[in-house]
């Protein structure tokens, strides 16, 4: 079974772009989580998707935001970019129980 | 407030000795909590899963232990290895339901084994 996968690995954008991360969950999940990580703050939740609906979203401003495809894959976008915005972006699936969650191998956002 | 404290914060040991992480929590209501490892430059990996009845559970080199009651748990690497060079995360969950929201992160415990 192949593993929840994030494309890209790595970007680098400058201070005002604006940025698309891309994740497709392990077959079958149908949940779609999002978390920011950075030396400083460690994991930080953004938002969650079920079944194309966001059902959580965390303490993050509207610059960030996310959708999810009716094949459960998801998007993250992040408007103005802000150098504080550089981390690891990581991306988990879980099926629809207890959550079980499987993260992505990350995005390396990088911002200048 | 919801926190997850871990420590230390960081610490090196030497290949073959044992080493504990430890978690305490202000986390309620608690569902369950998980101790991840996540090598450098990856997503984290789940090691354990303990409910609120469970006080201890082992994978392979791994042992995690878990008191409700002064809300710790620690996490036991038993003759460890190189590749257990990581930063080891604990997660608690808040128990509202299968919402992936509901998770409180502490900010881990990043371990150095050295030769």
């Known amino acids: 079974k192949a593993g929840v996968t994030q494309t890209p690995r790595y970007l680098i954008k400058t201070r005002g772009q604006q940025v698309t991360l891309s994740c497709s969950p392990i077959s079958g999940h149908r949940s779609v989580s999002w978390y920011q990580q950075t030396p400083g703050q460690g994991l930080q939740f953004l938002f969650e998707?079920?079944?194309?609906?966001?059902?959580n979203k965390g303490n993050f401003p509207g610059r960030f935001s996310g959708r999810q495809f009716s094949n459960s894959r998801s998007e993250m976008n992040v408007s103005t970019l802000e150098l504080g915005d550089s981390a690891l972006y990581l991306c988990?699936?879980?099926?629809?129980?207890?959550?079980?969650?499987?993260f992505g191998p990350g995005t390396r956002l990088t911002v200048l | 407030k919801n926190q997850v404290e871990q420590s230390p914060q960081s610490l090196i040991i030497l290949e073959g000795k044992n080493c504990t992480l430890q978690c305490n929590y202000t986390v309620s209501p608690f569902s369950n909590l998980r101790w991840y490892k996540q090598d450098t430059g990856r997503g984290p990996v789940s090691l354990t899963i303990?409910?609120?009845?469970?006080n201890t559970k082992s994978n392979g080199r791994y042992t995690a232990t878990l008191d409700a009651d002064t809300k710790q748990s620690s996490l036991h690497i038993t003759a460890s290895q190189l590749s257990d060079s990581a930063s080891y995360i604990c997660?608690?969950?808040?128990?509202?339901?299968?919402?992936?929201?509901?998770?409180?992160f502490g900010k881990g415990t990043k371990l150095s084994v050295k030769p």
């Open positions: 998707y079920f079944s194309e609906t966001q059902r």
């Open positions: 303990m409910t609120f009845s469970e």
């Open positions: 988990a699936s879980s099926s629809a129980g207890p959550p079980l969650e499987y």
């Open positions: 997660v608690v969950s808040l128990n509202y339901g299968g919402s992936q929201g509901n998770l409180i």
